[in-house]
């Protein structure tokens, strides 16, 4: 499987606050952006898929509806996790 528990781990440690705290927007952010990234790669050679591309593009709704919680929550954060990330040009 491409999402194994250590990828997780070392996931919510490098952008959440800690290995175990799975439940902060930040680590939930990155962890949905890697999710993306793998989708989009398997919809680059299998253009067909089509329960893949509506689960990226529910994916992609889950990501926008934790950064706009993030920008009103707290924006230093929602710039730090988007500069991090590289989101944004």
């Known amino acids: 499987m491409y999402l194994d528990q250590k990828e997780k781990e070392k ?3 490098k952008h959440g606050k800690s290995a175990t705290d799975t439940g902060s927007a930040e680590g939930q952010i990155a962890l949905f ?3 993306i990234a793998h989708l989009t ?3 680059k050679t299998n253009r067909k898929d089509y329960n893949t591309e509506r689960s ?3 994916l992609v709704g889950k ?3 934790l950064l706009d919680y993030l920008t009103k929550k707290d924006v230093l954060r929602y ?4 500069k991090e990330l590289g ?3």
């Open 56 to 58: 990226l593009v529910m």
């Open 87 to 89: 989101l944004r040009k």
């Open 63 to 65: 990501r926008r509806s």
């Open 79 to 82: 710039r730090a996790i988007v």
């Open 41 to 43: 790669e398997h919809l």
């Open 11 to 13: 996931i919510f440690k």
């Open 33 to 35: 952006t890697h999710r």
